[in-house]
């Protein structure tokens, strides 16, 4: 029987034998070798680093090409007492960047916040980066900053900086994004983005606010070395809290990345133990439902959050959140990201549902990539939606919105494994140089401002960018598994010792396993009936005759209220599933996340 183009394939892992060797040498249990060889693609000098991860691992801030330029500039700002502009994206990485410039110039430097302009764009009217707007309103203001700072952004906003520049401002672009066919923006008085190709820094994955925070680190350790600051000044520790969680928000390596797994670690650790109101005001938000920070809490709960905020309303929200001193102020903040929250599950609700009508489309006519353009689409949505319909059908997705500028369309563009979405528009620019406005990204997103006119056009040359890059393959949705857990695995003590590979993360994802199990019971359960609590019928290994009960919960496993179950009590089914402890009235016991279910026919 022929499997469909939308059907879900279920892949068992490829597991690195060199990798699960090596481990296995190094003394690691034979289940987490196991995970860290179907996740890792090379070997490492030494597993127990990445399993361990030391902000020893840390490569100096040196070695980043244009940083001692950029160190130098910023001295001569702090010392004469000039205005600093800080043009970060609205991101959470954009934000946490924000945050870590900010708090290292005024508390550490001793800079005064009314010299430092906070030079935020709004996503709607100004769109990504240095755009237009948001020079105008800079070359608008009064007084002008003699220099700025951005973060998460720039490397692909050379005209607008050459705009800067013509006005006396000097331009320290920090960026983590792919840089354009022409090289960093020659206007930028430096360029601090390690991706560069004449950067000699060995990790080319930091995210934007880890770019930042290597930068705030040598500018401050660079004054104490002067002794422009005193030795006891503090070192950007206390910081990585939020270069914490701007790194697993935005998405970056967790897996070939041993500095990016660093420096999560260590900011969820400091986080665990900060008094800080932001991370009060979220203890208190979330109640029993946070026991401890984990790079899961950053990027399913705290990070959609503060994206909300730039995504549905003013990113200063967020900013202001993150910065606030006082628990009360703090609460008062995120109550309006979570309200901002609860908005954009509405309107991204709606948007898939329209997106998926044109996608099934596509995927029908055998088209290896998707491009759904929603008239009425809210552009802070769309990325979202482009991840949303990755997820069902496999496929590089763009899903575009209409801007302010009614001959221009925004699009965000999320990719898959084997598709460099940066590539593939680099590709359609080359050979279409009238199609985009303006464009960046990376491997696995981009967001671009296309000209209307050309939106036919353009579905036809992504197409063909995508197919150039698959050859003769062909794409369908599948979900990887680390394959079936023995049954004696099956307990809270696994789960204990899975937990020491955190952080999880893009390309190191949380362990996930399939198995069969018969269904003992079953029930709809939360304020919205479509989620399933499932009882599942285990085999006892040592006694074949006797059975095991085992907790079990899938969210959103029915596609509307009142549809029918898709299996009975009784039924053999197939589940992919994690371990995950249930705390219940003071008692833990182990239940498993449910991903997909397959009933045995």
Not at 328 to 337: F, K
Request: proline share 6%; glycine share 6%; charged share 20%.
């Amino acid at each position: 029987m022929l499997k469909s183009a939308t059907q879900l394939e279920l892949r068992p892992r490829p597991v690195n034998k060199a990798i699960y060797q090596q481990a296995l040498a190094e003394g690691v249990h034979p289940l987490l070798a196991k995970v860290l060889a179907g996740r890792l693609n090379k070997s490492s000098p030494s597993i127990s680093a990445l399993i361990e991860p030391s902000l020893k691992q840390l490569a100096p801030p040196t070695s980043l090409a244009d940083i001692q330029l950029a160190v130098e500039r910023l001295k001569q700002a702090v010392m004469q007492g000039e205005i600093i502009g800080l043009l970060t994206d609205y991101d959470v990485d954009g934000i946490t960047s924000h945050v870590v410039i900010y708090r290292t110039l005024t508390q550490l430097l001793g800079v005064p916040a009314e010299r430092i302009q906070s030079l935020i764009g709004h996503r709607i009217d100004d769109g990504y980066g240095v755009s237009d707007s948001l020079t105008d309103r800079i070359l608008a203001s009064s007084p002008l900053p003699t220099v700025i700072i951005t973060a998460d952004c720039g490397s692909s906003d050379e005209p607008r900086i050459a705009r800067l520049k013509a006005a006396g401002i000097d331009v320290i672009v920090t960026d983590h994004h792919a840089l354009p066919k022409a090289g960093p923006p020659a206007s930028a008085y430096a360029v601090i983005n390690p991706t560069r190709k004449d950067c000699s820094y060995p990790d080319k994955t930091l995210a934007g606010c880890g770019v930042a925070w290597l930068l705030m680190s040598a500018l401050r350790n660079s004054m104490v070395k002067e002794g422009l600051l005193a030795e006891q000044v503090p070192k950007l520790s206390f910081l990585l809290p939020f270069v914490a969680l701007g790194t697993v928000a935005d998405c970056v390596s967790l897996g070939s990345s041993a500095i990016n797994r660093a420096l999560v670690r260590a900011g969820l650790q400091i986080m665990n133990a900060s008094d800080e109101a932001c991370w009060q005001a979220f203890r208190q938000l979330l109640g029993s439902r946070l026991k401890t920070w984990t790079a899961s809490t950053l990027g399913f709960q705290l990070g959609p959050r503060i994206n909300a905020s730039s995504r549905m309303a003013d990113p200063y929200d967020a900013l202001h959140y993150l910065l606030a001193k006082h628990l009360v102020t703090a609460c008062q903040h995120l109550e309006l990201l979570d309200t901002d929250n609860q908005q954009r599950r509405t309107v991204e609700a709606d948007m898939v549902t329209l997106a998926l009508k044109g996608a099934k489309e596509q995927v029908d006519a055998n088209m290896q990539s998707l491009v759904a353009y929603l008239e009425t689409g809210h552009s802070g949505v769309q990325g979202i939606v482009a991840s949303r319909l990755v997820e069902k059908y496999g496929r590089p997705t763009v899903v575009l919105t209409p801007t302010p500028n009614p001959k221009h369309l925004v699009a965000s563009a999320r990719s898959v494994e084997g598709v460099n979405m940066h590539a593939a528009l680099q590709r359609i620019d080359e050979l279409h140089p009238g199609f985009f406005v303006k464009f960046g990204g990376h491997q696995a997103a981009a967001g671009f401002t296309l000209r209307k006119a050309r939106l036919v056009d353009f579905q036809q040359a992504f197409e063909k960018a995508v197919l150039y890059q698959l050859g003769e393959r062909k794409l369908s949705p599948y979900l990887l598994t680390d394959g079936e857990l023995e049954p004696s695995l099956i307990n809270l003590e696994t789960l204990q010792l899975l937990n020491k590979l955190e952080p999880y993360g893009r390309e190191f994802e949380s362990p996930v396993f399939e198995g069969t199990f018969q269904v003992a019971g079953l029930n709809l359960v939360g304020a919205d009936p479509v989620h399933l609590q499932l009882s599942l019928s285990l085999p006892n290994p040592s006694l074949p005759s006797q059975t095991s009960l085992l907790k079990a919960i899938w969210f959103n496993a029915l596609p509307c209220a009142g549809a029918s179950f898709p299996f009975q009590v009784g039924d053999q089914i197939r589940l992919v599933y994690r371990l995950e402890a249930n705390d219940f009235r003071g008692k833990t016991s182990l239940q498993l996340m449910v991903n997909h279910a397959e009933l045995i026919t």
